[in-house]
Each structure stands twice: as structure tokens, then as C-alpha cells.
């Protein structure tokens, strides 16, 4: 059964910084897409930043120039280094993959969330 755990939330002031970690374990024959979405009170869940087999990334345009997204394939780990971090990056931070299984196809997962708070 293939989990994704998600490490590295907590609370940081306006302006720190703070990686987060999500780690795929299970039999995976090969991780596709991997990214981050995030859902604070009130709103929809929205991608946050993703990345692809190839390395290929894109990110929401409110987080650009501050988050960066990477991810080591022999790991099955993807990361997220937010810096100068706001208020509003306030939300729970979900870890999404899409992968290949041998036996079903391509199929995708979410971790459970982690919360990230922003505040003095």
C-alpha cells in the first residue's frame, strides 16, 4: 500500500522560513507528477506548486519567487522551501502524487495535511 507522509509543518514567524517534507513509501514503479496544495479556512484547496518526472515545475503566481519545489526521484520524496513567508500562506498543506502502479495503472494519492502557521 503506497502512503505519502508529510513532515515539517509547525508555526514560524512572518518572514522565516520552513521546508516541508512528503515521502512516498510502497511499491511504486514510477512517480509521475508530485506536488503541493494548500486549503485554508473558508477556502478551496489550490495548488500551491508541482513538479514532474522530468523536473519540470510551475507554481501558483501568489507564492512565485518564494517557494520552490523539488524532489528527489530515488527518494520518492518531494519538498517544498517556502521563504519569507506571509500570513496568508496560512493553511493545512497537502502532498499529492500521481504515480504508476505495475499491477493498476496510473492512480494518485494525498497526504493528510500538515498545518502551517504563520504569525508573530
Known amino acids: 500500500q503506497v502512503q505519502l507522509v508529510e513532515s515539517g509543518g509547525g508555526l514560524v514567524q512572518p518572514g522565516g522560513s520552513l521546508r516541508l517534507s512528503c515521502a512516498a513509501s510502497g511499491t511504486i514503479f514510477s512517480m509521475n507528477t508530485m506536488a503541493w496544495y494548500r486549503q485554508a479556512p473558508g477556502n478551496e484547496r489550490e495548488l500551491v506548486a508541482a513538479?514532474?518526472?522530468?523536473?519540470?515545475?510551475n507554481y501558483a503566481d501568489s507564492v512565485k519567487g518564494r517557494f520552490t519545489i523539488s524532489r528527489d526521484n530515488a527518494k520518492n520524496t518531494v519538498y517544498l522551501q517556502m521563504n519569507s513567508l506571509k500570513p496568508e500562506d496560512t493553511a493545512v498543506y497537502y502532498c499529492?502524487?500521481?504515480?504508476?502502479?505495475?499491477?493498476?495503472?496510473?492512480?494518485?494519492?494525498w497526504g493528510q495535511g500538515t498545518l502551517v502557521t504563520v504569525s508573530s
Open positions: 513538479t514532474t518526472s522530468s523536473g519540470s515545475t
Open positions: 499529492y502524487a500521481q504515480y504508476t502502479s505495475r499491477l493498476r495503472g496510473r492512480l494518485e494519492l
